[in-house]
């Protein structure tokens, strides 16, 4: 029997994906790490060779097939499930989904980004979430230089530290 059996994927992937929730890029690291950690990356990747002749091939697949099930929202699964689905064929289905529409995603997300004031948020927080907007846009090819983020993070900070900003600036 394979190790890869006896894994709870929800331990090596807290994040469960959820498009409501905005958190693909979070569960996409997380993912990625798994699938380099066991060595996956021929069940995900749509240039490699299946390895039919190799017993443990399907078995593997079917793990990898079952994690991606295991962490994804109900909503989102009823949208890519099909039967007798691969690993692969799931992963290019939540990549399209994901993906599709990507203008319109990022004009939601750059309208946030844009608008994201500290209010009543600690710095850290305001500073995550900042940090949150501009992995999503960055994941969908949008370009984020350093001043960009350093700008729109000053822009939004509360009135009380607009004092320390030529300091943070120089």
């Known amino acids: 029997m394979s190790i890869l059996q006896i894994i709870d994927i929800r331990r090596h992937v807290p ?29 995900v990747d749509p240039e490699a060779v299946s390895h039919l002749d190799d017993p443990e091939w399907p078995m593997a697949d079917h793990v990898m097939a079952h994690w991606l099930y295991t962490i994804i929202s109900p909503e ?22 994901f993906h599709g529409k990507q203008l319109a995603r990022v004009v ?11 209010g009543a948020l600690t710095v850290m927080q305001y500073c995550n979430k900042q940090k949150s907007f501009t992995d999503q846009l960055q ?5 984020m230089t350093e001043t960009r983020w350093m700008f729109q993070l000053l822009r939004g900070l509360n009135r009380q530290f607009h004092a320390v900003i030529p300091h943070i600036t120089s």
């Not at 690993?87 to 399209?96: E, H, S, T």
């Not at 939601?108 to 004031?117: A, C, E, F, K, S």
């Open 15 to 43: 994040v469960k994906l959820d498009l409501r929730a905005r958190n693909y890029s979070q569960w996409r690291r997380h993912l990625d790490t798994v699938v380099g950690m066991f060595a996956l990356h021929d069940h």
């Open 108 to 118: 939601y997300i750059d309208v946030d980004y844009h608008t994201l004031v500290q």
């Open 76 to 97: 989102f699964l009823d949208a890519i499930m099909q039967p007798d689905d691969t690993a692969l064929a799931d992963w290019i289905a939540v990549d399209g989904i």
């Open 139 to 143: 994941d969908l090819g949008q370009s």
